[in-house]
């Protein structure tokens, strides 16, 4: 995400402690995770949490989805939906403080404000799904 994006440092150090293990390819697994059947569940989850979102590959996604995936940090984190609970119960250390939800929350919308002076605006929506419900 830095190779399109600034992210300032403080965001970034958030983005490692919370978000990495699940959303990046800098996943750092914990010794458990070499114990079955636990690694075939945590592998299940990395793997869905970087199919919903990888920060190692967001340059790469179209401008629509990463206009939307910013919107999507910055709802998942308001609603304290992210990180999970699950994670937080044993890497207490990734729970965000208010201060912090804030901070990502201001960034994420400075990102998308940026983005909407840069492209014009129909690239910055998703294209609906065939079948999808209008």
Not at 13 to 37: A, E, G, R
Not at 48 to 62: P, Q
Not at 73 to 94: C, G, N, Q, W
Request: glycine share 2%; charged share 25%; aromatic share 12%.
């Amino acid at each position: 995400i830095t190779k399109k994006f600034t992210v300032p440092d403080s965001v970034q150090q958030i983005l490692k402690t919370s978000c990495y293990d699940c959303h990046s390819n800098l996943t750092v697994y914990p010794w458990y995770s070499k114990i079955q059947p636990v690694d075939w569940w945590l592998t299940e989850h990395i793997n869905d949490g970087k199919r919903g979102l990888n920060f190692n590959e967001f340059s790469s996604y179209t401008v629509a989805k990463q206009y939307k995936r910013f919107k999507d940090i910055a709802d998942l984190v308001e609603k304290k939906d992210m990180p999970l609970s699950s994670y937080t119960f044993i890497h207490r250390y990734a729970i965000l403080s208010d201060g912090q939800i804030d901070e990502v929350k201001q960034w994420t919308n400075a990102m998308r404000d940026n983005m909407k002076a840069s492209y014009p605006a129909d690239s910055l929506v998703m294209p609906k799904k065939p079948g999808a419900k209008p």
